[in-house]
């Protein structure tokens, strides 16, 4: 969420001219009318406002080129007025939500049975989905510590000095002190060995990015996993890994189906990924999902029952 700065011109008015026939006098800009005016006029001021902002379909800075097909428009424009989280009041929209959950799981591999469902849910980007999972780390790792009689109170998180901001942002909320590989010429992605080497019995996880922010490169996880497997055999650690698949998740399983970075490996704990990074999907929507319910802490799932019947919620 962007913040608001501060009014410079506090008694600064919205001055007009398409919507003058609705309205003969300036309109406060940062404070509320002592009188109301015409819906027309509303409508006609804020659009006039929204002209000076680009055009989405030639936004190439921001990974979100979008445009969609009619009939999706249509669909959310058909369920815009729905609560979502209202669970039984719209069944259906849950279930096409917990649909959506199987398949990408599916997609990457997830160890699901035939008689079980994914775990996972469905986020606003993948900052929202990173913030998720690590805080599922973290308290994983927490819950190790306390049952060990060990401190647990100064966890850390390993990634590539290419992470996107979310991370940062991340570590800074959830109090997770932030380790970043250091790139250097010609290498701009986060080496696995150096990662390892920064892994300590505080490391919550390691962060690997399937598709980095600054060249669209492929961090190798899977080499990441051996590396850690055998940290973890020599120190009786247990850390996991977590991949940021925001920019590659999407593209990997199509164009290089025997790259293994995703769920086959055994690290590998949970996934995110972003809809919206690929075109021909609006901003914003993401998911994050887990390997198995064990990865999810159950003190972290809220059991909502205020809207009529049970909920689980994270």
């Known amino acids: 969420m962007v913040l608001s700065t501060a009014a410079h011109e506090p008694e600064a008015s919205v001055h007009y001219t398409f919507a003058s026939r609705y309205v003969r006098a300036p309109l406060p800009r940062f404070k509320m009318p002592e009188n ?4 027309e006029a509303a409508h006609q001021i804020i659009s006039d406002e929204l002209m000076l902002d680009g055009n989405p379909r030639l936004n190439l800075a921001s990974f979100v080129t979008t445009w969609m097909e009619p009939e999706c428009d249509k669909l ?13 009041e719209y069944p259906v929209t849950t279930e096409l939500q917990n649909r959506c959950v199987n398949m990408i799981a599916h997609l990457f591999h997830a160890p699901i049975g ?3 469902t994914a775990v996972g849910v469905g986020t606003v980007g993948s900052s929202e989905a990173i913030m998720l999972a ?10 190790k510590r306390k049952a060990e009689g060990k401190p647990y109170d100064k966890p850390n998180i390993v990634t590539g000095a290419n992470v996107q901001v979310c991370w940062e942002k991340f570590a800074r909320y959830f109090e ?23 892994v300590d019995e505080n490391t919550i996880c390691v962060a690997a ?10 961090e190798d996880v899977k080499l990441l996993n051996e590396l850690l497997t055998q940290k973890n055999k020599e120190t009786g650690w247990d850390t996991p890994i977590h991949v940021d698949a925001a920019s590659g998740g999407f593209i990997a399983p199509f164009l290089y189906p025997e790259l293994e970075w995703d769920f086959r490996l055994p690290l590998v ?7 919206h990074k690929y ?14 319910k064990k990865n999810l802490p159950e003190k972290l799932i809220f059991l909502i029952n205020y809207l009529g019947a049970d909920h689980l919620n994270f």
Not at 36 to 39: D, E
Not at 209 to 218: D, H, P, V
């Open 36 to 39: 109301s005016i015409p819906k």
């Open 76 to 88: 959310v424009m058909a369920a815009i007025n729905k609560n979502y989280v209202d669970m039984d």
């Open 114 to 116: 035939d008689d079980e």
């Open 134 to 143: 690590g805080l599922a780390f973290k308290r994983k790792w927490q819950n």
């Open 176 to 198: 997770v002190e932030l380790k970043e590989v250091k790139l250097r010429e010609g290498f701009y992605i986060m080496d696995p060995v150096k990662a390892v080497e920064m």
């Open 209 to 218: 990015i399937l598709g980095s922010t600054l060249t669209g490169e492929f």
């Open 269 to 275: 704990k949970s996934i995110n990924v972003s809809g």
């Open 279 to 292: 075109g021909l999907v609006y901003a914003g929507i993401g998911w994050v999902v887990w390997k198995s």
